[in-house]
């Protein structure tokens, strides 16, 4: 079995924001930006669904020489989208996953972004991030035995976010 290409998060971000990608990061590399304390080898965004925004990510996948796992087609119509819960792409600078409605959420990136926040990353990348409470929902929703642990983790630091806004009078 080959070895997994090497994860780049910053050249995965930085071809869909050259690309003016609308998408939310998610997952487990958006709970580590929010401060939980995991590892990830890969990436996941829920885009917006519409249709031009869709062809503004096949263009950042075609960029980064994107194929789909699954070895099918890499086509991003609303047909595919709409039928499939989680497309998952494999490229020189890593995996990412494509998911159009997150468990947890309606309407998935509509309904993540009016609590998502653009986060500073380094070299000049700002993404927009799911919120924690977004994050932990989401997580809750998937309802992993195996994420019990995390899903603790994000509601302590939902908790502690909240501490620190009223400490801060917002």
Do not use: C, W
Not at 35 to 53: K, M, Q, V
Not at 116 to 145: C, I
């Amino acid at each position: 079995m080959a070895a997994p290409p090497p994860f780049d998060p910053y050249a995965l971000l930085a071809a869909l924001e050259r690309r003016r990608v609308a998408y939310i990061v998610i997952g487990a590399f958006a709970r580590i930006i929010r401060g939980a304390d995991e590892l990830t080898d890969g990436l996941d965004i829920a885009p917006s669904l519409r249709s031009e925004n869709l062809g503004r990510l096949e263009a950042a996948l075609a960029d980064l020489g994107a194929e789909r796992t699954d070895g099918r087609t890499l086509a991003l119509d609303e047909a595919t989208i709409a039928a499939e819960p989680l497309i998952r792409v494999r490229s020189p600078q890593g995996e990412l996953g494509i998911v159009p409605e997150p468990a947890g959420t309606r309407r998935g990136y509509d309904d993540l972004r009016r609590a998502a926040t653009r986060e500073h990353l380094g070299r000049g990348l700002r993404p927009t991030v799911a919120s924690t409470a977004d994050l932990a929902r989401m997580l809750a929703a998937l309802g992993d035995e195996a994420d019990v642990p995390k899903l603790q983790a994000m509601r302590q630091l939902v908790e502690l976010e909240l501490d620190l806004g009223h400490e801060l009078g917002l």
